[in-house]
């Protein structure tokens, strides 16, 4: 929708919506989309954990200037599903070749992070859990600035960011709070021919520590702070696409700085290929932590619900049912060590959680 105000002034209005189902083969734990979910699905089919509706609009109060809110409604770490604003910025461009922003940003730790709630921009259902569910960062309170430096025929961007985290983590029945987390980083984005490649970094200092005051003793807690401590986040993707070929890698690596969380390795691999308005899909991904142990048995126990050691095959086909609406039906295989319970949902102390677990999905996806 879009209403004139005066030749150099224009307002816009879109949106973009899912709504999905998704069932798994277990009950012996959750399957969550994020870090940012505090349940998950199991045997019976359920929609929380993918569907969600967005609305942005946009003000371009002149040529330079534009203004940017986004709300959206989906599942959240409260269990509630009350409208949030994610995206609140105002931007202004001094040049052709460079952009500014400043207000509440969607975050960009790695490539197509910002985007992961618009899943018609997705060829799969969901962003690939193994590379994607260590973000539960959605937005941020700070600044960026992107610069774009033709190359021949190419395009080489730069950009930057510095901002505050806005947010909660749920962790069992409580709550991690990483409000007023400083978060830094930036990219650099390489556009040749059908290939877009893109090195990022990016850290996060937490300003608190983990909720598990009164859960183990003094000691323990202070030897588990992440108070004042830096992760810090690497990754590497490469995008094509031309003609019916769809092709995706990503790689990052996570570097924990804290004695309470596993640094991590993953990635995934994404092939489609288009026969007019269906695409089928093939993809790999896989995510391994770096083991941590000790003697005291409240750290080891804390330090064990960060591990991750699973490989998971990805089959589905997405049909473009009619202009900017997109059917999808996914089937993700997780193949795991029983050890690696992060980040799903209720803890397996039963001893029955095999690594296994195969997860069924069905999604409308759309645009408007």
């Keep these: 929708v879009s209403a004139l105000a005066e030749p150099e002034q224009a307002f816009s209005l879109q949106g973009f919506g899912t709504l999905g189902m998704a069932r798994t083969t277990s ?10 979910q505090p349940s998950g699905i199991k045997k019976e089919w359920d929609g929380r954990i993918d569907s969600v509706l ?35 910025y105002v931007k202004y461009d001094p040049a052709p070749d460079l952009s500014l922003r400043a207000g509440r940003l969607g975050t960009e730790f790695f490539m197509m992070a910002d985007s992961r709630w618009v899943g018609y921009s997705f060829l799969t259902v969901r962003p690939p859990g193994d590379y994607f569910w260590y973000l539960p960062f959605y937005s941020i309170h700070g600044v960026d600035a992107a610069y774009t430096l033709p190359i021949g025929e190419n395009l080489l961007r730069l950009k930057a960011f510095y901002g505050n985290s806005d947010g909660k983590i749920p962790l069992a029945d409580r709550q991690w709070d990483i409000k007023g987390s400083p978060m830094v980083g930036g990219f650099l984005e390489y556009q040749v021919s059908s290939w877009l490649i893109r090195a990022s970094y990016a850290n996060i200092t937490f300003k608190h520590d983990l909720p598990i005051g009164g859960l183990v003793p003094a000691a323990s807690a202070e030897y588990l702070s992440t108070k004042d401590k830096r992760t810090d986040y690497y990754s ?39 026969i007019r308005e269906v695409t089928p899909y093939l993809g790999y991904s896989w995510v391994r932590s770096v083991r941590r142990t000790s003697a005291d048995p409240y750290i080891s126990h804390v330090m064990a619900d960060s591990h991750s050691d699973q490989k998971t095959s990805i089959v589905g086909m997405r049909w473009d049912v009619a202009r900017n609406t997109a059917i999808k039906a996914q089937w993700d295989g997780v193949r795991g060590d029983p050890t690696s319970i992060f980040p799903y949902r209720n803890d397996p102390s039963s001893g029955r959680w095999s690594g296994k677990m195969d997860i069924y999905s069905l999604a409308v996806d759309f645009v408007f």
């Design 27 to 36: 009950n012996d734990l959750e399957f969550v989309r994020d870090l940012s």
């Design 54 to 88: 967005g609305v942005q609009g946009g003000w371009h109060i002149n040529k330079q200037l534009e203004v940017v809110v986004q709300s959206t409604i989906r599942y959240r770490y409260d269990r509630t599903y009350n409208p949030e604003i994610t995206w609140a």
């Design 236 to 274: 590497l993707g490469a995008v094509y696409d031309q003609g019916p070929w769809q092709l995706q890698l990503m790689l990052n690596h996570i570097e924990q700085g804290n004695n309470a969380l596993e640094s991590s390795d993953g990635g995934y691999v994404l092939a489609g290929y288009r």
